[in-house]
């Protein structure tokens, strides 16, 4: 009985040609429309935390003004920090669903009607 390699592709299945696959239309604007949400995203992502960071090593005065009892403004935005981080990631999912997995799912399904056999992780 032959033994099935990871990466080597049986009789049964063609070959994928990603150059030709990366070049199609539909990939280029999967591409494009990830890009067009995580490049900004992450821009406003680093300016909110650096922010953060030269707020806490400059502005002590403000960082450290009362809000409520021992709740200070900078332990506020510090906790606001990880709310973004969350809600950013939720944003990204809801974003990816609607936006990016139909497109996804297009391109596989020519892919497989070629006779392409996807690894099941991709599915």
């Given at each position: 009985?032959a033994?099935?390699?990871?990466?080597s592709?049986?009789?049964?299945?063609a070959p994928?040609?990603?150059r030709e696959?990366?070049r199609s239309?539909?990939f280029?604007?999967?591409?494009k429309?990830q890009?067009s949400?995580?490049?900004p995203m992450a821009?406003?992502?680093?300016v909110?935390?650096?922010a953060?960071?030269?707020?806490?090593?400059?502005?002590?005065?403000?960082?450290s003004?009362?809000?409520?009892?021992?709740i200070?403004?900078?332990?506020?935005l510090?906790?606001l920090?990880f709310v973004?981080?969350?809600g950013?990631?939720?944003?990204?999912?809801?974003?990816?669903?609607?936006?990016?997995?139909?497109i996804?799912?297009?391109l596989r399904?020519?892919?497989?009607?070629k006779g392409?056999?996807l690894?099941?992780e991709t599915?």
């Amino acid at each position: 009985m032959a033994e099935h390699q990871p990466h080597s592709h049986p009789e049964s299945e063609a070959p994928v040609d990603f150059r030709e696959v990366q070049r199609s239309p539909q990939f280029q604007e999967l591409r494009k429309r990830q890009r067009s949400f995580i490049f900004p995203m992450a821009v406003v992502f680093l300016v909110w935390y650096f922010a953060y960071v030269l707020l806490a090593d400059y502005a002590h005065d403000f960082m450290s003004t009362p809000v409520i009892g021992n709740i200070n403004i900078g332990l506020i935005l510090g906790l606001l920090q990880f709310v973004s981080t969350f809600g950013i990631t939720m944003w990204y999912v809801s974003y990816a669903n609607r936006r990016l997995d139909p497109i996804a799912s297009e391109l596989r399904g020519e892919l497989e009607a070629k006779g392409v056999s996807l690894p099941e992780e991709t599915k």
